[in-house]
């Protein structure tokens, strides 16, 4: 047996027509920077998420940076986001000169609690970046009314939630800007790196474009200084191809989780549960058992990839230490930590291979 995590060739092989296709009109076409391409993705997507702009960035990571330098976030201030989730998200806080600032996340959904950023805001904090992880949306409501009353930039890091939706719409259009990640592995993916800020805020839409490209609009005139972090045609030629399939997928993630869960329900592992709020969009399926890392092997040596996210939470991170957060500084996320595993999930995962990774989980416990 080998079941992959991830299966980015049974992806392939679905759309191999539509994608050879379209980049093969790119290279035909010389238009490897800029171009159509990039700005008919740039408006589908945007329009996807409901919302009036969108600027492709070369990673989800740069989106982030850029959005943090287009608000102006810099020293002095503090921006508020969870531990539990992958490293971009605080790093590009730190990159502008800014302070990370952690608040734990819900036992349930694993996102960032709205109670906890509460007790966190002061009055230098300037901006909330809750991340939509693994596919389901924070709890919006509470966030964005904390947001108002503190006057707080809102960012969403949605790299892991394309088409998720929360009370009925989708994420990205939340915050004053979102950021997406098109790393391949994503429900949206690229052949390569690519990711987008979306926002309604023209000045902010340019402010992105300006720092995107070195400062400028035309070809010899740097208004400010900037960086080459725009996106290539071909990732965006691949991900205007995949965009029309993502609902799709996105529902057959739905389905398969559907399955697991029910299979599950009588093994002592933790199924995730999707909030009465969320449309869940699965970018992984996630348990927690008490005996994660044995489990992990068993599978492993059954020909079944699993992948833990996150091991350690950001605040233990070496990379952090100089923040001073000992074990015990958010027991809700290090005990999400010391639990979590990731089971295989990709849209064209079979029901028969689901059925095959229950059995094995079902014997592992039965052994003991
Ligand atoms: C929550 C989150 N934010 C940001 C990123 C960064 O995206 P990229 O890998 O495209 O730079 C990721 C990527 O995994 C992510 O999961």
Known sequence: MNIPLVDLKAQYQDIKGEIDKAIQKVIESTQFAGGEELTGFEKEFAEFCGVKYGVTTSSGST????????????EGDEVITTPATFIATSEAITHTGASIVFADIEPD????????????????????????????????????????????????????SHGAEYKGKRVGQFGDASIFSFYPGKNLGAYGHAGIVVTDREDIADKVILLANHGRHTKYEHSIEGYNYQADAIQTAVLRVKLKHLLNWNEKRRRNAKIYNSLLEATSVITPKEKEYAKHVYHLYVIKSERRDELAEYLNSKGISTGIHYPIPLHLQPAYKYLGL????????EEFCSKALSLPMFPELKEDEIRLIVEEIKRFFSLQ
């Open 109 to 160: 959904s694993y996102n960032i609690d709205p109670k906890e950023i509460e007790k966190k805001i002061t009055s230098r904090t300037r901006a909330l970046i809750p991340v939509h992880l693994f596919g389901q949306p924070c709890d919006m409501d509470p966030i964005i009314e904390l947001a108002r009353k503190h006057n707080l930039i809102l960012i969403e890091d949605a790299a892991q």
């Open 63 to 74: 989106a982030l940076d850029l959005t943090l330098l287009a608000f102006g976030i810099g």
């Open 326 to 333: 000992k074990p015990g500084s958010f027991p809700v996320t």
